[in-house]
């Protein structure tokens, strides 16, 4: 019997162009046309599906397929032993049949006999294209998963596809990745047909199989970002210590510096603020606070509360008192209590904000300033120092 020629032939065409290995695709066919066999001349139930009834492992296991590549053409084989008496035609043959076949044959011996395939052509045929196509997709799919398993945390180029029950559905390259409710930037508009730079976070199992899972709400996301505007990250002179991130309202991230005479602060923030500038823009309206890492958890606690000014941090257990100015309040709790929050998550420890007068208090009104980035300050820093070094020249 034959499938269609042509047919075998777009599947070695279409492996080929897209790196699918064409021997699993007959494999699948072989097993599948062989399923379809037992069902159409045994009527086992067993029917493109993995899992084989009992009848199917126990009656029918000894069957195979040969098929010829070049042609189309296949052959159902059955392994059966020479008996004298056969109890179980789908297993075994008599010496005086088997003979017929080869005078040499005698009892034990085990043959390869042909069965009958009449009329299963156009079924055998139906069978291969539904399984190639569908084994096409599968094995298509697994490449793909592959060619991203060792790409975990790295930011690529999505196009936003559709929105599927809460979830952004993205395309990046032939793959197609979900982003969940949680990994979204809350105050973000995700347009159909529009770039988005994502996070791939994770290769995760559901019941539709292996997904990849991105975020732009993860503070890895950021750090990354950063890698790719700032030369000193990426080739390690600056390192990111720790970051604290409320994705679409503001994060703050501490930097240190490995190398003698690199402003860490200053490398990240560049020229004129313009790779910080850029970060943002791809953040949308998110605000980043670049702080100074400090070894002493002293010293990091009061570059954590910047913008506002420190008088004295105490630390008993976990929890950080820290003292401020009166006026300098509103500054270190800041609009809804962030900014010590953002301080907290940073620091990993419970931060008490205390006033001049050593009693701890709440930001009755949040000051302007509270919203505003240190990146101003840090400009404005920069070019003071800029003047400076024209002057000593």
């Known amino acids: 019997m034959a499938i269609v020629t042509d047919f075998l032939a777009a599947i070695n065409q279409i492996a080929s162009e897209r790196g699918i290995d064409a021997n699993k695709i007959y494999d699948a066919l072989k097993e599948a046309i062989l399923i379809a066999y037992k069902k159409e001349y045994f009527k086992t139930e067993a029917f ?30 059955a392994r059966k032993e020479v008996v004298k008496k056969v109890t179980d035609d789908t297993k075994q043959i008599s010496v005086k049949d088997a003979q017929v076949i080869s005078k040499d044959l005698k009892e034990g011996d085990v043959i390869e006999v042909e069965l009958p395939s009449d009329d299963f052509g156009r079924i055998a045929a139906q069978t291969a294209k539904q399984v190639v196509l569908q084994k096409i997709r599968e094995f298509e799919k697994e490449a793909v998963l592959s060619e991203f398993s060792g790409k975990i ?47 791939l976070k994770d290769i995760v199992d559901t019941p539709r199989g292996k997904e990849l899972v991105v975020s732009r709400a993860d503070p890895k996301f950021l750090i990354e970002l950063f890698k790719m505007e700032v030369p000193e990250i990426e080739s390690g002179v600056v390192e990111v210590k720790a970051v604290a991130r409320e994705a679409g309202s503001r994060s703050k991230m501490a930097v240190s510096s490995n190398q003698e005479g690199v402003d860490p602060i200053g490398s990240c923030v560049g020229q004129r603020g313009i ?4 970060v943002m823009s791809e953040l949308g309206e998110e605000k980043i606070d670049i702080i100074e890492w400090a070894e002493e958890l002293e010293g ?46 940073l620091t990993n420890m419970k931060i008490d904000i205390v006033g ?24 404005a820093e920069e070019e003071v120092k800029e003047e400076e070094v024209k002057a000593e020249e």
């Open 48 to 77: 493109f599906t993995d899992e084989k009834t009992e009848e199917d492992v126990d009656e029918h296991d000894n069957l195979s397929i040969e098929l010829n590549r070049e042609n189309g053409t296949f052959r159902v084989i």
């Open 153 to 199: 945390g790295q930011v690529f180029t999505a196009l936003m596809q559709r929105m599927q029950r809460g979830d952004v559905v993205f395309e990046i390259g032939k793959a197609t990745a979900y982003m969940p409710v949680e990994e979204q930037i809350s105050n973000e508009f995700y347009k159909v047909g529009e770039r988005y730079k994502v996070l």
């Open 275 to 278: 790779r910080i500038a850029n």
């Open 300 to 345: 990091f606690i009061a570059n954590a509360l910047s913008p506002a000014k420190v008088e004295n941090v105490k630390i008993k257990g976990d929890t950080a008192t820290v003292k401020v100015a009166d006026d300098q309040l509103s500054l270190a709790i800041g609009r809804d209590g962030q900014n010590v929050r953002l301080a907290w998550k």
């Open 356 to 379: 001049s007068d050593g009693t701890a208090k709440k930001a009755e009104k949040p000051v302007e300033a509270v919203e505003e980035t240190p990146v101003e300050e840090i400009k």
